[in-house]
């Protein structure tokens, strides 16, 4: 499969904290994208960077991108309850006729 | 406002009832596509569509079919359903499938069992 995997799979953390979660890709790829998702609701896209960066910034968000070892890491700061959804990661993957293809995802739970 | 609308959003059937699952979006986007997702497995592309006619499997199109005879509308159809395809199912698009236009927009989904 051409699928990605994220790393970790869960992952509990307290208000206040830090949470990184990562993600590795098989293929060429133009772009990452990450996306989140509340309990059974539709994804929300969150950052997008392109193959030729290597850190991109949205608010409390900071994505790196190493295309040498096909992985990218999703740094959330100072994270709240409300920051509680599925992450997953996304990519275009070239190889593959551009298919769009998503990772499983890390369950990210934020503790009040 | 610029969406894309699943329909229906809950939907149990019987084995080998045929159904169809709609999605509409109204951002004029040329690349649509259906996932479906299951627990520990994360999305898998169906099938996507990159413009009006043009349509090509994804990763798991196996008893699914599609259709894009308009640019807004990409129906997902079940000829005849069985429960491995209990599922949840999203429908998403995008301006192309190329480069930053790829950002996917998603539906709420559709939550089907098959009994």
């Known amino acids: 499969s051409q699928q990605g995997e994220e790393d970790p799979q869960a992952l509990s953390i307290q208000e206040g904290e830090n949470a990184t979660m990562n993600c590795s890709y098989k293929t060429s790829i133009n772009n990452l994208q990450w996306y989140r998702q509340n309990s059974g609701r539709g994804l929300v896209h969150l950052i997008l960077?392109?193959?030729?960066?290597r850190e991109k910034h949205s608010g409390r968000l900071r994505v790196t991108l190493d295309t040498s070892k096909k992985s990218s890491s999703l740094l959330i700061t100072a994270s709240r309850a409300a920051d509680t959804a599925s992450y997953f990661c996304a990519t275009d993957a070239i190889d593959y006729g551009q298919n769009f293809v998503f990772g499983p995802g890390t369950r990210l739970s934020v503790l009040p | 406002e610029a969406q894309v609308t699943q329909n229906p959003r809950y939907l149990i059937t019987v084995t080998g009832k045929k159904l169809t699952v709609t999605c509409s979006q109204n951002?004029?986007?040329?690349?649509m596509s259906w996932y479906r997702q299951d627990p520990g497995l994360g999305l898998r592309q169906i099938y996507y569509s990159m413009n009006v006619e043009v349509t090509d499997k994804g990763d798991v199109p196996e008893g699914y079919k599609v259709s894009r005879k308009e640019k807004r509308n990409f129906p997902l159809i079940l000829e005849s359903p069985s429960p491995n395809q209990t599922s949840l199912y999203f429908c998403?698009?995008?301006?192309?499938?190329?480069?930053?236009?790829?950002?996917?927009?998603f539906g709420a989904g559709t939550r089907l069992s098959v009994l």
């Open positions: 960077i392109r193959s030729n960066e």
């Open positions: 998403a698009s995008s301006l192309s499938n190329v480069g930053a236009k790829n950002i996917q927009y």
């Open positions: 951002m004029n986007h040329e690349y």
